[in-house]
């Protein structure tokens, strides 16, 4: 059973359009993590959230965490063909020795 | 600006045969992680270390594969027997321990195929 469950697995837009992104979990995390990879990359952190209600922008992503602490959500607006990539969450459980327990991902493809 | 030093980036290896990744991890990171990342999944770890004690190795495949850090600096992982399913990428990160959120930074990893 995969701890994060991202959705969806794969997307693919056009250059301008908007999308949102999900991290789903039945368990509550202290904190949560957002990272891009590109490929033959190592992820490259965007984020972290640690409050529940956490809203938090980057230029045009912004990234919201559940209340419950549970789920996180990642928006982008007006995608460019730059933000291609796969975007990964990784939750951290309190007193976990700060383990990070990834999701699968989301590839997403921005095309021109 | 500090990175996560990682060699080779690439390795060909017949199965049945030795592999050896090294890690070189941000300075003052105390916890390195190895993950196995196989394409299209994210990232799994492997094990984890605080300075040169290893904190989790709960999925590290013990009969074929080892890790150490000797000097609570860089690390190796080592790989023997290489199977055909160990063909992924190998990823090592570092954090700098007492950060709350324990943010990694990760190498760029070593791709491993073994025909």
């Keep these: ?112 | 600006e500090a990175e996560v030093a990682q060699s080779p980036r690439y390795k060909i290896t017949e199965k049945s045969q030795a592999v050896a990744f090294w890690c070189d991890p941000i300075s003052g990171h105390a916890t390195l992680y190895w993950y196995r990342q196989i394409l299209g999944q994210g990232p799994e770890l492997l094990v984890q270390f605080q300075d040169e004690s290893v904190v989790d190795d709960s999925q590290l495949p013990k009969d074929r594969f080892s890790a150490e850090r000797l000097k609570g600096v860089d690390s190796t992982l080592k790989i023997q027997p290489a199977e055909l399913g160990d063909s992924a990428m190998y990823l090592c990160a570092s954090s700098f321990s007492g950060a709350n959120t324990g943010e990694l930074f990760f190498g760029e990893g070593s791709r491993l195929t073994v025909l």
Excluded: M
Aim: aromatic letters at 8%.
């Design chain 1, 1 to 112: 059973t995969q701890l994060l469950e991202q959705s969806p697995q794969f997307l693919s837009i056009q250059e301008g359009e908007n999308l949102t992104v999900y991290c789903n979990s039945s368990s509550v995390f202290s904190s949560l993590q957002w990272y891009r990879q590109e490929p033959g990359e190592g992820p490259v952190l965007l984020v972290t959230v640690v409050t529940g209600g956490e809203v938090k922008k980057l230029k045009r992503l912004t990234f919201q965490f559940g209340d419950a602490r549970k789920d996180s959500s990642l928006h982008i607006t007006a995608a460019q063909t730059g933000d291609t990539g796969l975007y990964l969450c990784a939750g951290q459980r309190g007193g976990s020795n700060y383990k990070l327990t990834f999701g699968k991902g989301t590839l997403l493809t921005v095309n021109p």
